[in-house]
């Protein structure tokens, strides 16, 4: 077992330069967060399988399980796992069934091959009935209450997690909690002090981020280990290097508006001394908003997540050299450049 030590109870976690979204090899976009602290699956595999060159490749067998159900796609967008489609935010038992949990029943992306029961998930080691700092990644900011759950004594780890293996009420939640960083990156989350609960053995700490401006939730799991330790993660790739960020830079403008719409068009630029090929842009769609058309790349959306990829033909930039896109959108309020428009290239 590879045994990485990366947190610890008072500490934060460590900046690490992270790939925005995604490489050549997968649809990224630009989400919201997942835990860190104790890590979320999504969260963990992300990090097992990070390589020099960007592509993301997993090396626990719990992560490649995953991976071989669910594609590479959510490695990539490990801050993803939500779900918009409850008349309310928070919803829980009413809009994700038994055996989706760890999923969210997402309907942004795939995630449901880390729903599968496996003894092999990365682990975090903590003391039961410690006082920890919860951090929570803040790859887009939104208000709401964040809220942790832990796993019965007794409950099967053998089996796809259900809510009635779930303690009835959370042993911490957080409404609006205090945050670092600039969304959008890895290096930026919410943070509290939370007390954990009185357990031994193997568990799982289930996490709701239940938004206030949006029906919007996001969940995840963490695989924890109560065993007296004091936040290191084992089964994740010990050697495995730091992501190397390629220049890129998205550069987004308002170009003409009308009641119910709005055109936008983006620069997208290589400021490095080498050629670049293959980009990504990726961005978070405010409540309402939804692109009708779109130009000069290839568009994808879920929920309120959007990415255009580059077209054949521009998908090569010199140094120095940059393209554009351009779409339209219906929307009723005012429209306004998002706050986090992300750039990647392998």
């Known amino acids: 077992m ?32 997942a835990m860190m602290m104790a890590g979320s699956r999504t969260f963990l595999c992300y990090e097992d399988g990070i390589t020099s060159t960007g592509q993301i490749v997993p090396q626990n067998p719990a992560c490649q399980a995953a991976v071989s159900q669910s594609g590479v796609t959510p490695l990539y967008n490990w801050f993803a796992v939500g ?4 008349a309310t935010s928070g919803e829980t038992s009413a809009l994700i069934p038994d055996g989706k949990l760890c999923s969210g029943n997402s309907n942004y992306f795939d995630f449901s091959g880390f729903d599968q029961a496996n003894a092999n998930w990365p682990v975090t080691h903590l003391t039961s009935g410690a006082s920890i700092q919860i951090q929570y990644n803040k790859w887009a900011a939104h ?27 959370p042993f911490s939640t957080a409404t609006d909690p205090t945050s670092v960083g600039s969304p959008g990156s ?33 969940y995840g799991c963490s695989d924890v280990m109560f065993d007296g330790g004091t936040g290191q993660v084992t089964g994740i790739g010990a050697s495995a290097p730091p992501p190397v960020q390629v220049p890129c830079s998205a550069t987004y403008a308002i170009s003409n508006s009308w009641p119910g719409g709005f055109q ?8 490095g001394t080498a050629s670049m090929t293959n980009w990504t842009v990726s961005w978070d769609l405010p409540d309402g908003e939804t692109i009708s058309s ?14 255009m990829k580059n077209a054949n033909w521009n998908n090569v930039l010199l140094a120095g050299a940059s393209t554009s896109f351009g779409f339209t959108a219906n929307f009723s309020g005012t429209p306004s450049v998002p706050a986090s428009v992300t750039c990647t290239s392998p």
């Open 2 to 33: 590879r045994k990485r030590k990366r947190f610890t109870l008072a500490g934060v976690v460590a900046t690490i330069a992270a790939l925005a979204s995604t490489v050549l090899f997968a649809p990224p976009a630009s989400a919201h967060g």
């Open 83 to 86: 779900n918009r489609a409850g």
């Open 143 to 169: 208000p709401g209450t964040f809220s942790l759950y832990v796993t019965k004594d007794g409950w099967d780890p053998t089996k796809p997690l259900t809510w009635s293996e779930l303690e009835s009420t």
């Open 186 to 218: 890895i290096s930026s989350f919410y943070s509290w002090n939370a007390t954990l609960p009185v357990k031994t053995g193997r568990h799982i700490i289930y996490s709701i981020w239940a938004r206030s401006d949006s029906t919007e939730t996001f």
């Open 264 to 271: 936008a068009n983006v620069t997208v630029k290589n400021p």
């Open 294 to 307: 779109a130009w000069n790349g290839n568009l994808t959306s879920a929920g309120s997540l959007a990415e």
